[in-house]
DNA sequence: AAAATAAGTTAGGTTAGCCTAAAAAACTGT
DNA sequence: ACAGTTTTTTAGGCTAACCTAACTTATTTT
């Protein structure tokens, strides 16, 4: 058990969120310089600056040259900005209604207000979701976060009828192009044909006209083989 | 009309917000230095340095050695602050069910967040609430501020049937004092008596037993004659 | 009208969090 | 193994937002 005395920054708060999603999808290879820099929109001075100050406060584990990880106490506390990142967007689609491509940015400030008890009512309130609007899992109040099996449409590469349970891809751009194609997390795809020159897919949404899926496309959205 | 080009940090928006509410409780008197140092907890030196920077970007009349006010994109910001303030406290409590002394800090935070379209919807999810937890007004989505004309209830010194409309001290400590007398925004004081010596009041809160209000109390009750 | 006191400003210093440019270390390809 | 490239760190600087201590201006008291 561990209690933090020190009192951590918003800036020192998205660095450890950039390092614990940088981490997660480099299936635990921790974090580089380069790709916090990028990540966060810092030149690479910056963030091996940011690194020495982290490492200080016990919450990354940084040698030099090397690439960074969480300490337990910083992967707790990257856990907790995500629950909360993700209970925001909740709030934010199911009772304000803004669309699923507008929550990400209004979230990405109020995961930063320090309240547990807010946090908690929260949760209560959105009546203990445990999924976000893009598919993405909650981190429940303990901490615990359940990793949902999904792949990408395009690995399974076959003929079959799958579950679309979220997206690889955050971005404006990727969320309103699937709108606008109709897909919404949920839905039905049945792929009926696979080109084998560009691996494009023609798929059916539920019971909707039959359509192509660009593997740009398909490499982002992340489905489960329908039971 | 003036756009606001550069954008405001967290800390501007709080010494504003203090401009604002210390220049209301002097009658538009404006604020001193001293006034901003003990309310935002720095030091006098510290807030002649920030008013220079709030009048470089022109949202204070600041002379040295008076006392400085807003300017009227300075105010339509104070405004705007104190709006999502108000309307983040009534969700504190209308919908994840916080007192109204824990409303406070964690708004505190909230008024902060940065989406105007946020604060539209916000305000249509609470079903437009004219009055935030305390009794305060909350300002319309363009920028009036509707002043009630509640005052003391030890001003009016004289036996008679109020009604309790908001209180003038905003501590964790009166309100939870208020809360132990059984008192809520809303409620009727009927006052029976009034002790000439210290001007402490002997009322009925609605229909409940008669008690004791000391001037400490009463001179914090805002109050308008009941009709 | 001085003297005393209070209020406000200035000067110089600190820290967090960024930057650029140069240096050092770690990889990569042959 | 070593030359070239990429990655990371270091060194030196900057600004916002604080501080203290000294100084200046304004106000109050006598
Ligand atoms: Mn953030
Ligand atoms: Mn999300
Ligand atoms: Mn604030
Ligand atoms: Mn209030």
Request: charged content about 25%; some cysteine; aromatic content about 8%.
């Amino acid at each position: 058990m561990y209690i933090c005395i020190v009192d951590i920054s918003l800036t020192e708060e998205n660095y450890i969120k950039a390092i614990f999603s940088i981490n997660a999808s480099n299936k635990g290879e921790g974090a580089s310089t380069n790709e916090l820099s990028e990540q966060l929109n810092n030149k690479a001075g910056s963030v091996t600056d940011m690194l020495k100050r982290l490492a200080e406060k016990k919450l990354i584990h940084y040698q030099k040259y090397k690439s960074v990880s969480l300490s337990s106490a910083g992967e707790k506390l990257a856990i907790g900005i995500v629950r909360k990142h993700r209970l925001w967007e909740v709030f934010l689609m199911e009772k304000l209604h803004f669309k699923w491509d507008e929550v990400h940015d209004i979230a990405e400030e109020l995961e930063h207000i320090k309240s547990d008890e807010l946090v908690l009512r929260l949760d209560a309130f959105l009546g203990k979701p445990r999924f976000d609007p893009h598919g993405d899992p909650i981190p429940d109040a303990k901490g615990h976060l359940f990793l949902p099996h999904a792949k990408p449409l395009s690995h399974f590469a076959r003929i079959g009828t799958y579950t679309f349970l979220g997206v690889a891809e955050h971005s404006k751009l990727f969320l309103q192009h699937l709108t606008s194609l109709g897909l919404k997390i949920g839905d039905t795809i049945k792929v009926l044909d696979i080109n084998a020159f560009d691996h494009s897919l023609m798929v059916k949404i539920n019971r909707n006209e039959h359509q192509f899926f660009s593997e740009a496309v398909s490499s982002k959205l992340l489905v489960d083989i329908k039971k």
